[in-house]
């Protein structure tokens, strides 16, 4: 049986194990800086490239690329990357893929550090960027200039939950010439495979759904195509941002069970979207599994399921959003999402405070909104716990 090429669920528990002398059931961690070589030609031909034995851990390590090996398996690629936290992902992407007088087009309503980033360190080594609303086609062609390089698209977005057409996206980027770089995050490879609607790179933190326990900061880019690949692989042990075999073990651990998490949590979302629409103290709601999604009809399209995400206002506003906040005691106040908890908070004032007022509005980042992950706790005290702090409103 050739378990790489089998099932979903069958790669997500078997797809890069390690066979070990002993038969370890699971991916020895291989705790160790460095890998010694039985002679002096044998460590020659490593780093010549001749011979594929371990060097030095921030080059490669079996429990790391075991990782790798899994995610590439499952998100439909030539090759992954193991880095230290999504941001690193992020980074050793832009640090990759431009150059001083390049320019980039972004989803303006995407994780707030992945624009900050951009627009207040990088702009400095000459990058330059056009943040818009990328779930308009059209917006995009327009901001197209001769020097754009990367098209790079958060979708569903964090924290609008607006849904960009990858498929489009991809059909445009590839007439100019521009490399399409996917944020996968929301999703995970269980729910969406940019790869196979024309990306060239997706990313992950994997912080997130793909470790699903909240005990890890983490992220992994895949490429498509192998000279990709190596170029991004060469910036990230250049940069030195790659994890480590302890926090590869664990994230290794929490994928297995992806697909079982994402069912609940999703189930639970929809019930919870349901609850929240039909509250009479409720505004809005984004919810993808909701009709009244602007992009419902997309996302049914390329998304194999809605995910766990939901935002939300309510007609008190973000003194009324301060109030809920302050009122459920099940889902924890905190930022970060697809673990298995329930996590509420306020984008406005938390994950994208650093974003410039007028930039919020633009990106529809209203002060109401109120950012929700649901977890795979009971979905019944999921809806008592907001229902108890939305009476408080
Ligand atoms: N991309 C997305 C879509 C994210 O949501 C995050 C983190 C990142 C990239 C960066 O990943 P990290 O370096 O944290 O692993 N999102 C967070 C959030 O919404 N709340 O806290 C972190």
Known sequence: MNKEKSGFNTK?????????????????????STFSFESAEEGAKCFAGESDGYIYTRIGNPTINALEH????????????????????????????????DHIISTDAIYGPARGVMEKQFVRYGFQSTYINTTDVKAIEKAIRPNTKVLYIETPAN????????????????????????????????????????????????????NGHADIVAGVIVAKEEKMYK??????????????????????????TLSIRIDR????????????????????????????????????????GNGSMISFGLKTGFEGAKVLMNNVHLALLAVSLGGVESLIQHPASMTHSKVSKEDKQKAGISDDLIRYAVGIEDVNDIIDDLKHGLEKC
């Not at 057409?165 to 991809?170: G, I, T, V």
């Not at 995970?188 to 609607?197: A, E, F, G, I, R």
């Not at 990230?236 to 075999?245: F, I, R, Y």
Request: with cysteine.
């Open 12 to 32: 997500l528990i078997h797809a890069g194990e390690i066979h070990d002398q002993f038969g370890s059931a699971t991916v020895p961690i291989y705790q160790t």
């Open 70 to 101: 899994q995610i590439t398996a499952i998100e439909n690629g030539f090759g992954a990357i193991a880095v230290s936290s999504g941001m690193a992902a992020a980074s050793t992407i832009y640090l990759s893929l431009l150059s001083s007088g």
């Open 159 to 210: 924290p609008t939950m607006d849904i960009t057409d990858l498929k489009a996206c991809a059909e445009i980027a590839h007439k100019h010439n521009i490399i399409l770089v996917v944020d996968n995050t929301f999703c995970s490879p269980y729910l969406q495979n940019p790869l196979d609607l024309g990306a060239d790179v997706v990313f992950h933190s994997m912080t997130k759904f793909i």
């Open 231 to 256: 170029q991004l692989r060469n910036m990230m042990v250049l940069l030195g941002c790659n994890m480590d075999p302890h926090q590869a073990y664990m994230v290794h651990r929490g994928l297995k």
């Open 265 to 304: 949590a999703q189930d639970n979302a929809m019930k919870v979207a349901e609850f929240l629409e039909n509250h009479p103290k409720v505004a809005w709601i984004k919810y993808p599994g909701l009709k009244s999604h602007p992009q419902y009809e997309l996302g049914k399209k390329q998304m194999k």
